[in-house]
C-alpha cells in the first residue's frame, strides 16, 4: 500500500478534522510570550558604525540552518530597516527587491552599507549592500513613498479558510506529528521526516521564535495530502504585545515574509520522493499595500507557486489583514536541486 493511501485516513479522520473542518480537540490556545517587545528589538539594534553603515546586534536565531548561516528573512528585514533609518518618517517602503548572493555567518560580523540613490518629493530610493568578511553576500533595493490620496482602487478577494482559533498552533501540530510517526500510525517519506525531525523540530519548540504559525491544512505542507497542490495558508502573529511602532511592525512581518515560501514549492512532491539535495532562497520581493500593518493581529499568509522548471521555483505570497485588506505582496525565486536525476512531476 502507498504511503498516501495508508496516511489518509490518518489525514482525514484526525489532522483534517482539526485544521479543514475546524473540530475543537485539537486547537491551541495562544500564549503570549513574556518581554516579546525586548525580543523582537533586539534583531534590529544597530550601531552606526560610519555614515549610513549599520551593525546589528545579532544575526542568530532558531530559525537559522544547521550550518550556522543565518535566516534570510532576517537579512531582508534587517537590511530594509538599515534603510529606513536613513529616511523621513512620512516616507514609507512600498517595493523592495532583493537578492541573496552569499550565505551569512551568524559567528562574523556584518555591515549593512546604505547607498542614498535619489531624494525626491515623492520617492525616495535606496540601495543597501549586506557586507561580511569584505565580500557582498546581499543586495536590497528599496523605495519609499510619502502618503498619497487612492486614484483607484480595487483587490482580490481573500481565500475562505478556518478562522486561527481552530487551529493547531505549528508548536503544537510537530510533536503531534511526531507521536504519530513513534506509535507507527504514519510513515513518512525521508524528505517529509527530515523535516519534521530537525528543522521543524528546532523552530517551533523555540522560546525565542518571534511568530506563532498556524497552517490550514497540514496535509498539504508536511505532503500527504490526497490533491497535492504547491500552495499553502497559514495564519501568523508575532508571539506578543508590540507598541505603536509602525516600523517595528512593518519590520517583523518583513522578516516572516521569507518563511514559507520554499515550502510551498518543494511540499507536494514529497510523496513522489523527493529528496533535496540543495533549496536556496535566491531573491525576494516584498510589496507593502499599506503603510500601517499589525504584527501582533492575526494575518492570514497565502502562498503559490505557479512554476517549477531548471532546478528553480517561483512562488509568490500575499498577507491578509483579518477583515480581508491585502496589505502586503511578496515574490520569490529559489534553487531546488535533488538527490535524484529523475524529476518529481505533478
Given at each position: 500500500m502507498s504511503f498516501v493511501r495508508k496516511l489518509l485516513p490518518i489525514a482525514t479522520a484526525t489532522i483534517s478534522r482539526s485544521t479543514i473542518m475546524t473540530a475543537v480537540p485539537l486547537r491551541s490556545e495562544f500564549?503570549?510570550?513574556?518581554?516579546?517587545?525586548?525580543?523582537?528589538?533586539?534583531?534590529?539594534?544597530?550601531?552606526?558604525?560610519?555614515?549610513?553603515?549599520?551593525?546589528?546586534?545579532?544575526?542568530?536565531?532558531?530559525?537559522?540552518?544547521?550550518?550556522?548561516?543565518?535566516?534570510?528573512?532576517?537579512?531582508?528585514?534587517?537590511?530594509?530597516?538599515?534603510?529606513?533609518?536613513?529616511?523621513?518618517?512620512?516616507?514609507?517602503?512600498?517595493?523592495?527587491?532583493?537578492?541573496?548572493?552569499?550565505?551569512?555567518d551568524t559567528k562574523e560580523p556584518i555591515s549593512y552599507n546604505v547607498r542614498r540613490i535619489r531624494d525626491g518629493r515623492s520617492f525616495i530610493t535606496r540601495t543597501v549592500e549586506a557586507v561580511q568578511k569584505e565580500k557582498v553576500c546581499f543586495v536590497l533595493q528599496c523605495s519609499f513613498h510619502v502618503e498619497e490620496k487612492s486614484s483607484?482602487?480595487?483587490?482580490?478577494?481573500?481565500?475562505?479558510?478556518?478562522?486561527?482559533?481552530?487551529?493547531?498552533?505549528?508548536?503544537?501540530?510537530?510533536?503531534?506529528?511526531?507521536s504519530l510517526v513513534e506509535k507507527g500510525e504514519v510513515t513518512p517519506p525521508p524528505a517529509m521526516l527530515q523535516r519534521l525531525q530537525s528543522y521543524d523540530s528546532k523552530v517551533y519548540s523555540d522560546d525565542l521564535d518571534l511568530f506563532e504559525m498556524r497552517c490550514t491544512n497540514l496535509g498539504n505542507y508536511y505532503g500527504f495530502a490526497s490533491d497535492q497542490k504547491p500552495e499553502l495558508h497559514f495564519w501568523m502573529r508575532a508571539r506578543?504585545?508590540?507598541?505603536?511602532?509602525?516600523?517595528?511592525?512593518?519590520?517583523?512581518?518583513a522578516y516572516n515574509s521569507d518563511s514559507l515560501l520554499v515550502s510551498?514549492?518543494?511540499?507536494?512532491?514529497?510523496?513522489?520522493?523527493?529528496?533535496?539535495?540543495?533549496?536556496?532562497?535566491?531573491?525576494?520581493?516584498?510589496?507593502?499595500?499599506?503603510?500601517?500593518?499589525?504584527?501582533?493581529?492575526?494575518?492570514l499568509f497565502e502562498c503559490k507557486s505557479r512554476i517549477a522548471s531548471g532546478s528553480r521555483a517561483t512562488i509568490e505570497g500575499r498577507i491578509w489583514r483579518r477583515d480581508g485588506v491585502l496589505i502586503a505582496s511578496c515574490q520569490q525565486e529559489a534553487l531546488v536541486r535533488s538527490k535524484s536525476d529523475d524529476p518529481s512531476k505533478l
Open positions: 500564549k503570549k510570550v513574556e518581554n516579546y517587545q525586548n525580543i523582537a528589538n533586539r534583531f534590529f539594534d544597530f550601531t552606526e558604525v560610519d555614515k549610513d553603515s549599520f551593525s546589528p546586534a545579532t544575526l542568530s536565531n532558531g530559525r537559522q540552518a544547521h550550518h550556522g548561516a543565518a535566516y534570510g528573512g532576517l537579512i531582508f528585514s534587517q537590511a530594509m530597516a538599515a534603510a529606513e533609518k536613513t529616511v523621513e518618517d512620512k516616507f514609507k517602503p512600498h517595493s523592495t527587491h532583493s537578492y541573496f548572493i552569499l550565505n551569512v483607484i482602487i480595487h483587490q482580490s478577494e481573500m481565500p475562505k479558510v478556518p478562522c486561527p482559533e481552530v487551529l493547531m498552533s505549528m508548536r503544537d501540530a510537530v510533536p503531534y506529528m511526531k506578543g504585545d508590540l507598541p505603536n511602532d509602525e516600523r517595528l511592525h512593518r519590520w517583523l512581518i510551498t514549492a518543494v511540499s507536494p512532491h514529497y510523496t513522489n520522493g523527493f529528496m533535496p539535495s540543495m533549496l536556496f532562497s535566491l531573491d525576494h520581493c516584498v510589496w507593502f499595500h499599506k503603510s500601517e500593518v499589525k504584527a501582533d493581529e492575526w494575518l
